[in-house]
């Protein structure tokens, strides 16, 4: 069973900023892309963010210019750097594969409001 450990969530302002991370194994770390996803309550799950092995990233519409993925090959961590958080932005946050494989985290609650 894939283990992935996300942390780093938090109740936030608007306008504020937050930085995720996430542990991941180090043989799904070197296999493929990664990528962010969300849950807010009574919605899918959906895309957020990804990162290619080479460093391509992607993003969603509604975090672009706002959300960075990064990764680092020396510690198996995946990050997203969120800035300009919008009360929307809150769900609970989950890092997988890109495209995203059975198994996932409990996930880090991000919540945007004043």
């Known amino acids: 069973q894939v283990q992935f450990v996300e942390s780093g969530g938090d109740l936030v302002q608007p306008g504020g900023s937050l930085r995720l991370s996430c542990v991941v194994p180090?043989?799904?770390?070197?296999?493929?892309?990664m990528g962010w996803y969300r849950q807010a309550p009574g919605k899918e799950r959906e895309y957020v963010a990804s990162?290619?092995?080479?460093?391509?990233?992607n993003y969603t519409n509604s975090v672009k210019g706002r959300f960075t993925i990064t990764r680092d090959g020396t510690k198996n961590m995946v990050y997203l750097q969120m800035n300009s958080l919008k009360p929307e932005d809150s769900a609970i946050y989950y890092c997988?594969?890109?495209?995203?494989?059975?198994?996932w985290g409990q996930g880090t609650q991000v919540t945007v409001s004043s």
């Open positions: 990162i290619t092995t080479d460093e391509y990233t």
């Open positions: 180090r043989n799904i770390f070197i296999a493929g892309s």
């Open positions: 997988n594969m890109f495209p995203s494989i059975g198994d």
